[in-house]
Nanobody, 119 residues
Framework: QVQLVESGGGLVQAGGSLRLSCAASGSTFNPYIMGWFRQAPGKERESVAA????????FYSDSVKGRFTISRDNAKNTVYLQMDSLKPEDTAVYYCNYRPRATPWKDYWGKGTLVTVSS
């Protein structure tokens, strides 16, 4: 089955930048959409950004639009999230999300990477 491994999280000051990576592996990897979710303490997991694998169509939540950019490298089976102008409110565990073409209504997850933004 497909495995998803996130990296790139860490501690950054407000106004700074980070780039998250999600590397997928497995012979059955065939995505419809890849994306990023996040979960802050005491809050539910929320969608941040997504990208269709073949067309490259993107989606962003209103809270990050204009600051975050999602991209993918099809040859490397990797999706990225470039985060600029970070705010303390962006502090959360960020999770990679995978929806297969065969079952695009089902979600698969990585284990997450922590992003902490200090003031």
């Amino acid at each position: 089955q497909v495995q998803l491994v996130e990296s790139g999280g860490g501690l950054v000051q407000a106004g700074g930048s980070l780039r998250l990576s999600c590397a997928a592996s497995g012979s059955t990897f065939n995505p419809y959409i890849m994306g990023w979710f996040r979960q802050a303490p005491g809050k539910e997991r929320e969608s941040v950004a997504a990208i269709s694998w073949y067309g490259g169509i993107t989606f962003y939540s209103d809270s990050v639009k204009g600051r975050f950019t999602i991209s993918r490298d099809n040859a490397k089976n990797t999706v990225y999230l470039q985060m600029d102008s970070l705010k303390p409110e962006d502090t959360a565990v960020y999770y990679c999300n995978y929806r297969p073409r065969a079952t695009p209504w089902k979600d698969y997850w990585g284990k997450g990477t922590l992003v902490t933004v200090s003031s």
